[in-house]
């Protein structure tokens, strides 16, 4: 493996995670081992004491029956018995001075603790004593009793064998550690992995997409956890931006096609013209109608910037405490003299008052837009309705009816669609953007906008705040 990959393998939270859960792992492993050992030595050390005393009681209870000299006779059997280099017998007067012992050759480095010798004398329990010497590699374990008659009794046992046995579980849990940490960071990488394995899906699904395959999805397994979690909102977000793109680009196709109507006719007026050899009253009319194209061009692009702000969550509304019912009434008033210009009348019912937290201007143009279109799409004779009430569930409910020509039902997905326009209204002035802004305004207000439609017989739009 090259440094530069073992580099990367470094940055990688799979290897972060194995490198916690092996630490962890083997601190927790440590502890357990450690204790076990710290056991292990103490049973040792307390089996150890335990002989030792048996030792003092059979030396104590031997001089009590028989006198020193068996007790002397019996250290020298014992020392005979049990090695002369694992264990040794001193007998000492209260003074200190020795004056019966087991052969000391191999223990003529061992001294007497006088401390010990005068807590013994004052009559504390048998006390122990435990001896490192420079020239040995193991400990050793030393008993001061009083036996009787005044006579102190000093045992000492070699810790060879335990200091062997230690040595041993020593070896045996440093390699056990060992392995286990080695095991441990496979199970850890190999967990790591595993777990991770959902988040590399994604980061493959990125990349697909970076190369333009906004397609793809992220597969969710039925899980249900925290990875596929992540999976189903980045499918989400997939969704959300694969229709946004979409949008772009149906928007710009849109844009594309509009925005070459009024162009074509701005070039046509002035070619006209410029080749007719005309008067400053032609300049004047030519000036005068693109002046107008402009306008409408103008009106257009700002529409779609507020309709795109909005859609966006962005939009700038100016809320502020306003009388709906007031608004509602000045746009049936504005409207009236248009509808009665086509024989169409205009029915507006609304309460006295009704105080809503909006933005007056926009609200404004949602409510000019509907009726526009209300007045556009009713032939003579028919009737408008606008109807504005309050309801449990929202603040502000607004309907708006015509007895119009209707939406055919395949049409009634696309109408708030930006620039959509239906076979019906391809022959009347507009962009397409009405009902857009309207469904925009009335979201960025918290509410929304919905249509019933019978083809013939008219429409209703209902807008909840």
Same mark, same amino acid.
């Given at each position: 493996m090259s440094l530069k990959r073992l580099i990367d393998l470094r940055r990688t939270l799979a290897f972060r995670l194995t490198l916690w859960y092996?630490?962890?792992?083997?601190?927790?492993?440590?502890?357990?081992?450690?204790?076990?050992?710290?056991?292990?030595?103490?049973?040792?050390?307390?089996?150890?004491?335990?002989?030792?005393?048996?030792?003092?009681?059979?030396?104590?209870s031997l001089i009590a029956s028989q006198g020193v000299n068996a007790g002397q006779r019996f250290a020298i059997i014992e020392s005979q018995a049990g090695g002369i280099k694992k264990v040794f017998f001193r007998f000492l007067h209260s003074n200190g001075q020795v004056f019966s012992s087991s052969n000391m050759e191999y223990w003529q480095d061992i001294g007497i603790n006088s401390d010990i010798l005068k807590q013994v004398i004052r009559g504390d329990a048998p006390l122990f004593e435990t001896i490192t010497l420079p020239k040995r590699g193991h400990e050793i374990r030393v008993l001061y009793g009083l036996t009787g008659s005044g006579?102190?009794?000093?045992?000492?046992?070699?810790?060879?064998?335990?200091?062997?046995? @230690?040595?041993?579980? *020593?070896? %045996?849990?440093?390699? #056990? /550690? =060992?392995?286990?940490?080695?095991?441990?960071?496979?199970?850890?990488?190999?967990?790591?992995?595993?777990?991770?394995?959902?988040?590399?899906?994604?980061?493959?699904t990125a990349r697909m997409i970076s190369r333009d395959a906004l397609d793809t999805r992220v597969p969710?397994?039925?899980?249900?956890?925290?990875?596929?979690?992540?999976?189903?909102?980045?499918?989400?977000?997939?969704?959300?931006?694969?229709?946004?793109?979409?949008?772009?680009?149906?928007?710009?196709?849109?844009?594309?096609?509009?925005?070459?109507?009024? @162009?074509?006719?701005? *070039?046509? %007026?002035?070619?006209? #013209? /410029? =080749?007719?050899?005309?008067c400053q009253a032609e300049y004047e009319t030519m000036?005068?109608?693109?002046?107008?194209?402009?306008?409408?061009?103008?009106?257009?692009?700002?529409?779609?910037?507020?309709?795109?702000?909005?859609?966006?969550?962005?939009?700038?509304?100016?809320?502020?405490q306003i009388d709906l019912a007031?608004?509602?009434?000045?746009?049936?008033?504005?409207?009236?003299?248009?509808?009665?210009?086509?024989?169409?009348?205009?029915?507006?019912?609304?309460?006295?008052?009704?105080?809503?937290?909006g933005d007056a201007g926009m609200l404004q143009r949602l409510l000019s837009n509907l009726l526009d279109n209300a007045i556009k799409y009713t032939p003579p004779e028919g009737q408008v309705g606008i109807l504005l009430e309050k309801q449990k569930d929202a603040p502000a409910v607004l309907t708006v009816s015509d007895t119009g020509t209707g939406i055919e039902?395949?049409?009634?997905?696309?109408?708030?669609?930006?620039?959509?326009?239906?076979?019906?209204?391809?022959?009347?002035?507009?962009?397409?953007?009405?009902?857009?802004?309207?469904?925009?305004?009335?979201?960025?207000?918290?509410?929304?906008?919905?249509?019933?439609?019978?083809?013939?017989?008219g429409s209703i739009f209902t807008v909840t705040l």
């Open positions: 092996t630490g962890i792992f083997t601190l927790i492993a440590f502890l357990a081992i450690f204790l076990f050992y710290a056991l292990a030595a103490n049973i040792i050390q307390r089996q150890t004491d335990e002989d030792l005393r048996n030792q003092m009681r059979k030396f104590s006579v102190i009794l000093q045992v000492g046992q070699s810790m060879e064998e335990y200091g062997r046995t @230690l040595s041993v579980f *020593r070896r %045996i849990f440093i390699g #056990t /550690l =060992t392995l286990l940490m080695v095991l441990a960071a496979l199970v850890g990488w190999f967990m790591a992995r595993h777990a991770l394995s959902g988040v590399d899906t994604v980061t493959r969710v397994k039925p899980r249900g956890d925290e990875i596929d979690e992540l999976a189903s909102t980045f499918n989400e977000m997939l969704d959300r931006i694969e229709k946004l793109v979409a949008g772009m680009k149906e928007m710009s196709d849109s844009i594309a096609h509009d925005l070459k109507t009024p @162009l074509t006719r701005i *070039r046509g %007026i002035a070619e006209i #013209t /410029l =080749t007719t050899k005309p000036t005068a109608s693109i002046i107008e194209e402009c306008d409408l061009l103008l009106d257009m692009i700002s529409t779609m910037l507020v309709i795109s702000r909005f859609e966006a969550g962005v939009g700038n509304l100016q809320k502020k007031g608004i509602v009434k000045g746009a049936c008033d504005i409207f009236r003299p248009l509808a009665e210009d086509k024989k169409i009348s205009i029915d507006c019912r609304t309460p006295e008052s009704l105080i809503y937290a039902a395949k049409e009634m997905t696309h109408i708030f669609e930006r620039f959509y326009r239906g076979d019906k209204s391809r022959s009347t002035e507009g962009t397409g953007l009405g009902l857009s802004l309207a469904r925009a305004i009335a979201r960025a207000h918290g509410g929304d906008i919905t249509v019933e439609s019978k083809p013939g017989k």
